[in-house]
């Protein structure tokens, strides 16, 4: 079922060419979704309401007015966003199925430039596991193989870039949320920096490791998407010193530092795809083993359940039989942990970041694959890699969390596949706030790496 | 949480595994033990090669 869609570039030069109109492309992805219903990509998709916005945008490319180049792309949102006219259920039975007539910043933003808003995507039960296989309305398929899971929590996103239903989704990253589908389905996806992007108005799952972000087909599609993204919202106090997007092309020989070490194992078929991504890119990269990852990811973990339990609080109290039993237990452990260990979590945050930036040689991207694995069967509750047993749930988030805990903009890129034809992701971390710098190394990676020729000269 | 409610043995056992596994990650000690916690989560301002 997988199928590679236009991009959201040939959409966009396709629209100012006239070769093709909103209506058309707003057409083209409900055919597509309506052949794809098995992937169980959508929470609501509503005809009328695409239609009404395909109509609008057509109208204004006729008059020679449109919004903005993406006027007219349609684009899918995780169900976790506020969307004015869709309902936001984050795929739990605990909020209404009403729309709450309002918008997240994120999706204001691309509404205001002319983008369709397609339909809500499936998603993990409020983004609280990375598997999506906890949904109110079940499970997501991997295009590629509806046997295997999509990974979460913006699985239906996932599917839905995979699948060639849409150019571009929303999804949002707490341990990996945006990359994790990304690369069990074949795409690309961004973790901005923290407070780079506005998280107004996207259901929080714990606010201090949030980020929001796009999912693509290509990389050169993030530099359209990411400038709806970035900036200072008065709605987001994360936001205030928040630089808007600026395109840049100017990294010159990258230092690549691949994290290896205790916790950070990986199966072999993915380490054999990275390791020979890098070396065909000819980028320069150096190895280097963290120490003590256990106790980082102990401190993300702290972070994530402390923080959801206290924002979930009241919800809870209100309808407890609206959260799935999974999603109980950890809002329940998070209760249970002290203030004290809070604090100590924060402690293990500084020194991460401390040891990253300043500890490590010099470098612009550190490398790691983002999944150990490729995409898990689905019912399969436990991976085995390196030497070790581990819930797939901890297999998703294995690499992930560590620019989540330490505030870093991430980007995964498809690499290569399996024996079974499964994708293979590798993952780029760079420095806060270089966000720009990050998206120019990838693409020069990229480049590298599927045309070796271009970096000998 | 305050909500009144029966755990099942499957969610005993998943808190009981969460927190174990966390209390065991946190108690690894570190080199400065001295060293105060984040106050406010600014990753920049540790960059400091940027400074």
Redesign the interface.
């Given at each position: 079922m997988h199928q590679k869609s236009e991009s959201l570039a040939q959409q966009v030069a396709s629209l100012e060419s006239s070769a093709t109109t909103p209506i058309a492309l707003a057409e083209r992805s409900l055919q597509r979704a309506s052949q794809c219903v098995e992937l169980n990509a959508f929470a609501s998709l509503s005809e009328p309401v695409v239609m009404a916005q395909a109509k609008e945008a057509t109208l204004r490319r006729q008059a020679g007015r449109p919004l903005s180049p993406i006027d007219g792309v349609p684009i899918a949102v995780k169900d976790n966003y506020l969307t004015k006219d869709y309902p936001t259920t984050a795929c739990s039975e605990a909020l209404p199925l009403e729309p709450r007539g309002v918008d997240a910043t994120v999706v204001a933003n691309l509404r205001a430039a002319g983008a369709i808003i397609l339909g809500k995507t499936n998603m993990h039960e409020w983004a609280y596991g990375a598997t999506n296989n906890t949904s109110n309305i079940g499970p997501t398929r991997n295009p590629h193989n509806l046997d295997h899971i999509t990974g979460g929590s913006s699985g239906g996103s996932g599917a839905a870039v995979a699948a060639g239903i849409v150019s571009a989704a929303l999804g949002s990253d707490t341990g990996g949320s945006v990359r994790i589908p990304s690369s069990a389905c074949g795409i690309y996806g961004f973790k901005p920096s923290y407070g780079r992007a506005s998280r107004h108005g996207v259901l929080p799952l714990s606010w201090s490791l949030d980020a929001p972000g796009p999912m693509t087909t290509n990389l050169e599609d993030m530099a359209y998407l990411l400038p709806y993204f970035f900036g200072a919202d008065e709605k987001d106090a994360s936001t205030f010193g928040a630089r808007p997007f600026q395109a840049c092309s100017n990294a010159q020989a990258p230092k690549l530092i691949k994290l290896t070490g205790a916790g950070l194992e990986r199966a072999n078929e993915v380490d054999k795809a990275v390791n020979a991504a890098l070396l065909t890119s000819g980028m320069l990269c150096s190895e280097w083993d963290l120490n003590d990852v256990d106790s980082y990811f102990s401190a993300w973990e702290t972070i994530l359940h402390c923080e959801a339990s206290a924002y979930h609080k009241h919800l809870f109290q209100k309808n407890p039989s609206g959260f799935s039993s999974v999603t109980r237990a950890h809002l329940e452990a998070g209760t249970r942990l002290t203030g004290v260990e809070l604090l100590e979590a924060q402690k293990l945050r500084s020194r991460l970041l401390d040891v990253l930036l300043n500890v490590l040689p010099e470098w612009d991207a550190l490398v790691l694959p983002t999944l150990p694995v490729v995409a898990p069967k689905q019912g399969d509750d436990w991976q085995e890699f390196g030497g070790k047993k581990v819930s797939t749930q901890d297999s998703m988030t294995w690499f992930c969390w560590m620019g989540n805990l330490a505030g870093l903009p991430c980007i995964t890129l498809p690499v290569g596949q399996s024996d079974s034809g499964l994708p293979i992701g590798l993952m780029l971390m760079g420095r806060p706030n270089q966000d720009e710098k990050l998206l120019d190394i990838a693409t020069k990676f990229e480049r590298f790496m599927l045309h070796p020729a271009l970096n000998k000269k | 949480?305050?909500?009144d409610?029966e755990?099942?043995v499957?969610?005993k056992e998943?808190?009981e595994a969460?927190?174990q596994?966390?209390?065991?990650?946190?108690k690894?000690e570190?080199a400065n033990v001295f060293?105060?916690?984040?106050h406010t989560?600014?990753?920049?301002v540790?960059?400091?090669?940027?400074k």
């Open positions: - | 949480m305050e909500a409610l755990l099942t499957d969610q998943r808190i969460t927190l596994r966390i209390r065991n990650g946190l690894i570190q060293e105060e916690p984040a989560f600014n990753a920049e540790f960059n400091a090669s940027e």
